[in-house]
DNA sequence: CTAGAATCGGAGTGCTCGCTCCGTTTCGAG
DNA sequence: CTCGAAACGGAGCGAGCACTCCGATTCTAG
């Protein structure tokens, strides 16, 4: 959970609220938007603004903390189905399960966005390790057949920002979302000829 | 131009600095964002911020007004490749374009995305010409076996307006928007199959 | 239990931004 | 040219927000 990297560890209570903080921010960035103000964040939170700052220096500083979190367990569930039996099938159920994650978080694209480019120093670490269990998930499948073999990590990473992106901003017909989501992986499939 | 919707014509001047703020208002917002403040605004047109209020009561109406503009544009693109020789190239060419500016224009696709949804009632005509310019390339190039039968209008949205994220958000590699540009035409190429 | 340190809470501060208001300037009909 | 109407400009208002500061509270080592 990155206890902050001091020398003494945090207090019992202090380390409870940092939880409560983080969980309600994420809530709340979901809700309303990462424009949300850091006061309906403490509110969520049950906590004084004062404290909400005191974890986090910055409302940017809480923002990456959501973000990493959930890029990490991203990161975690590819890491998962990286041994999984068919490589084909995990590749795009990866897929799918990010795009399902996006189509319910706001601003997710966004922490998927930065994990790619790693713009953030913070956000660097986990985006690797995302960005290397893809990678396994992608060459596997590759190897396999599944997908072709003319496309990178960037290329692949491009598409999956793009897809979530999509994802956040049709909360309405879920259909159109699946029937678009069909053509990228086809196209994922697709011979390299042309 | 829409020269608004009054009794009276505007006068001269008038005319001139709404024109003004307008290609300001895009300027500014390409460059800084849609956050930019409409005394930015005010100062690349060379107006007052009194004039730019008075044209456009809101600051939403005046990013309205931008989005409309382009919408228009966009249109007039489509209907003119409606009668091309090929189709297919036609229908590509012009996802390819919208493409395009999106990689330049910021919250370009912002506009895009309005449109597919026809939020606003200023955006909806303007977006139902683009819709229909749009389902007539996308009839014309699946009769002629150039795209795939099984999706329709609102999934060529769908990937359009997710492509142009993409494409606003990767400033930097060219190549990389590319490629995946091509995955997504693949996929939009593919027999409905499976 | 107790003292001192760590943590908390939230009123307050400064700044930005959208928008208004009205004295001044410019246009154009007659 | 004249003069009333239309348009302009920008200081100022109010709201909202990120962030600070410090007295009150809570934890924990001993």
Redesign the interface.
């Known amino acids: 959970m990155t206890p902050p990297r001091d020398g003494r560890p945090l207090r019992a209570d202090a380390l409870r609220n940092r939880a409560k903080v983080l969980e309600a921010a994420g809530a709340v960035f979901d809700a309303r938007g990462t424009t949300a103000s850091t006061e309906e964040v403490a509110r969520a939170a049950g906590v004084g603004i004062g404290t909400v700052f005191r974890h986090f220096p910055t409302k940017e500083a809480l923002l990456e903390a959501v973000y990493v979190a959930r890029l990490r367990k991203l990161a975690d569930e590819a890491e998962g189905l990286a041994s999984a039996d068919d490589p084909g099938e995990a590749f795009f159920a990866f897929f799918t399960r990010v795009v399902g994650h996006a189509a319910t978080k706001n601003a997710f694209s966004a922490a998927l ?1 930065e994990a790619g480019v790693d713009v953030r120093e913070s956000t660097a670490e986990t985006g690797q390790g995302l960005k290397r269990a893809l990678a396994t998930l992608l060459t596997r499948a590759q190897e396999s057949a599944a997908v ?1 073999r ?2 990178g990590l ?2 692949v990473m ?2 999956l ?3 979530s ?2 994802a956040e ?2 909360g309405g ?1 879920g259909g ?2 699946d ?2 989501l ?9 011979a390299p000829d042309r």
Chains 1, 2 share one sequence.
Do not use: C, S, Y
Request: glycine content about 6%; proline content about 3%; hydrophobic content about 50%.
């Open positions: 966005m072709r003319d496309i960037p290329e491009t598409l920002v793009g897809a992106q999509v901003h049709v017909d159109v979302r029937r678009a069909a053509v990228v992986f086809d196209g994922l499939r697709a």
